[in-house]
Antibody, heavy 121, light 113 residues
Framework: QITLKESGPTMVKPTQTLTLTCTFT??????????VGWIRQPPGKALEWLAL???????PYSPSLKNRLTITKDPSKNQVVLTLTNMGPVDTATYYC?????????????WGQGTLVTVSS | DIVMTQSPDSLAVSLGERATINCKSS????????????LAWYQHKPGQPPKLLIY???ARQSGVPDRFSGSGSGTDFTLTISSLQAEDAAVYYC?????????FGQGTKLEIK
């Protein structure tokens, strides 16, 4: 059974760096073909794809956020970490991590419940 | 980057009627080597994570009712709900996973009339 759970701060101040951790069970990021991605949804807006990390450490990013985003994996801990620098009010959103099955990188069949991050001074 | 555009932005359909949502990609998401369309549909309800409904444009995810169906190829795709149920009220997104960034459409809000 695959599960994912996001953890991190619920509030950050403008210009701070956000660090979110996705802890998962039921699969290994060392398995060929597997990936974990991050997606966010600002209040009242659409889903926005952010980044993903593949089993082979390939890491595509959203072009609009590439300069601020870093994604890393720790297969030994079953974790994926996302950092977003220089946070601003527009980064207020629910952040989700999700699992991509083998052979379908970027398709998301299992999702975490999401974590709401608010940017406020 | 492949831009995903959905239509309409919102629609209201009566219970038991058919609902149709369209999705157009700015480039083909059909991979010629395996003849698969890298296109998915998700259902998103408030307070819940998105739920995968359809992948490879027309394959239904396990556990998804058969009133949900996907069709299309290349750049034009459709999600059809054949007989709308109350629990189908949600926002629906298409997504391409052909190339990065794996972007979503802007969403279509489906309401019960």
């Amino acid at each position: 059974q695959i599960t994912l759970k996001e953890s991190g701060p619920t509030m950050v101040k403008p210009t701070q760096t956000l660090t979110l951790t996705c802890t998962f069970t039921g699969f290994s990021l060392s398995t060929s073909g597997v990936a974990v991605g991050w997606i966010r949804q600002p209040p009242g807006k659409a889903l926005e794809w952010l980044a993903l990390v593949q089993w082979d450490d390939n890491k595509p990013y959203s072009p609009s956020l590439k300069n601020r985003l870093t994604i890393t994996k720790d297969p030994s801990k079953n974790q994926v970490v996302l950092t977003l620098t220089n946070m601003g009010p527009v980064d207020t959103a629910t952040y989700y991590c999700a699992h991509s099955p083998v052979g379908s990188v970027g398709l998301y069949d299992y999702w975490g419940q999401g974590t709401l991050v608010t940017v406020s001074s | 980057d492949i831009v995903m555009t959905q239509s309409p932005d919102s629609l209201a359909v009566s219970l038991g009627e058919r609902a149709t949502i369209n999705c157009k990609s700015s480039q083909s998401v059909l991979y010629s080597s395996n003849n698969k369309n890298y296109l998915a549909w998700y259902q998103h309800k408030p307070g819940q994570p998105p739920k995968l409904l359809i992948y490879w444009a027309s394959a239904r995810q396990s556990g998804v009712p058969d009133r949900f169906s996907g069709s299309g190829s290349g750049t034009d795709f459709t999600l059809t709900i054949s007989s709308l149920q109350a629990e189908d009220a949600a926002v629906y997104y298409c997504q391409q996973y052909y190339s990065s960034p794996k972007d979503f459409g802007q969403g279509t809000k489906l309401e019960i009339k």
